[in-house]
């Protein structure tokens, strides 16, 4: 009797666990140097000394892809597409309108 209720718990546990959103990889939300950037969203992009000073702001280029360590940006006429790679940014402004 007493062998049947581990077994049960046991398998009640492993199933719990099975099913949360860590175990099926799952992100809570992303958190982080790069999260305040968005796939289709409008950057202007300043290169100095191989270092990146990315602005949100509609302008010359366009967030293609977003990674856990690099963005992909293509310029709006959609010839050159850059890779750049965390380590290569400088930083990253957003620019807030006044509070209403």
């Known amino acids: 009797m007493t062998r049947s209720i581990i077994a049960v718990l ?12 860590e175990a099926s990889g799952q992100e809570k939300g ?5 999260s305040v950037l968005k ?3 409008g950057v202007v992009l300043k290169e100095s000394a191989g270092r990146y000073e990315i ?3 509609e302008g ?6 977003v990674g856990p360590d ?3 940006v293509e ?3 959609g010839v050159t597409e850059t890779r ?10 957003r620019i807030k309108g006044p509070k209403r």
Not at 30 to 34: A, D, H, I
């Open 10 to 21: 046991l398998c009640a546990t492993l199933a719990i666990a099975c099913l949360s959103p």
């Open 30 to 34: 992303r958190k982080g140097f790069l």
């Open 39 to 41: 796939e289709g969203q």
């Open 55 to 57: 602005t949100l702001m």
């Open 60 to 65: 010359g280029h366009k967030v293609i892809e």
């Open 70 to 72: 690099f963005v992909v």
């Open 75 to 77: 310029d709006l006429a």
């Open 84 to 93: 750049i790679p965390v380590y290569s940014i400088k930083s990253i402004t």
